[in-house]
């Protein structure tokens, strides 16, 4: 089966760079059936979509996060990262990486495998 | 946009409780739903908008097209007290979700 494993720092210094990785097992990532997805959700709230990766390494990001995310892949590590730049307060959210399944007849699809997930704090 | 409500819905075991999901335009079938407990990942229950996943139980009932849909868990039981989520994916970019919907006891 499917896993996916999210690492980063857990504590990022306010307007510093983030960087997650999530690192695919039992699967390759090299795979023209799947996006590969950044989520993230702050403490009591709800899912947010940061964006997501082709194998292809075309990149698909949030508009409101757009400007400073990153989402890139590496096929022969099997991984795949995210980047967020100027991180404030508001970044601070457990991180999951997930996999996307496109669905036939849509644009969109469905995240059918998700990481653990991983806590991030912006604090000084 | 995605409206879900309620956003919690209190309930007993052997209950039915119903979610409820809205989007402003019409998505065909094209939504799913999750759960999530505290400290998990989400986990995807049913997309197709009535598709449910390999295992998942049949007491969980998901209907809808356009851009009503619903969410009904028949009988209650205690593993079923989470947080729900439904998401569209008719269109994308992005990924859009719902509030989420906290069923509680």
């Known amino acids: 089966q499917l896993h996916l494993q999210e690492s980063g720092p857990g504590l990022v210094q306010p307007s510093e760079p983030l960087s997650l990785t999530c690192t695919v097992s039992?699967?390759?990532?090299?795979?023209?059936?799947?996006?590969w997805s950044w989520l993230r959700q702050p403490p009591g709230g709800g899912l947010e979509w940061i964006g997501g990766?082709?194998?292809?390494?075309?990149?698909s990001l949030s508009p409101s996060l757009q400007s400073r995310a990153t989402i890139s892949i590496d096929i022969s590590r099997n991984h795949f990262s995210l980047r967020l730049t100027s991180v404030a307060a508001a970044d601070t959210a457990v991180y999951f990486c997930?996999?996307?399944?496109?669905?036939?007849?849509?644009?969109?699809?469905?995240?059918?495998?998700w990481g653990q997930g991983t806590p991030v704090t912006v604090s000084s | 946009v995605v409206t879900q409500s309620p956003a919690t819905l209190s309930a007993s075991p052997g209950e039915s409780a119903t979610i409820y999901c809205r989007t402003s335009?019409?998505?065909?079938?094209?939504l799913a739903w999750y759960q999530q407990k505290p400290g998990q990942p989400p986990r995807l229950l049913t997309f197709?908008?009535?598709t449910r996943t390999t295992g998942l139980s049949d007491r969980f009932i998901a209907f809808g097209a356009g851009t009503e849909f619903t969410l009904t868990i028949n009988s209650l039981q205690s593993e079923d007290f989470a947080v729900y989520y439904c998401?569209?994916?008719?269109?994308?970019?992005?990924?859009?979700f719902g509030q989420g919907t906290k069923v509680e006891i």
């Open positions: 997930a996999r996307q399944r496109a669905e036939p007849g849509t644009r969109g699809g469905i995240f059918d495998f």
């Open positions: 039992r699967a390759s990532i090299n795979n023209a059936s799947y996006y």
């Open positions: 990766v082709y194998h292809t390494g075309y990149a």
């Open positions: 335009q019409n998505i065909l079938r094209n």
């Open positions: 197709g908008s009535s």
């Open positions: 998401q569209e994916y008719n269109d994308w970019p992005p990924s859009t």
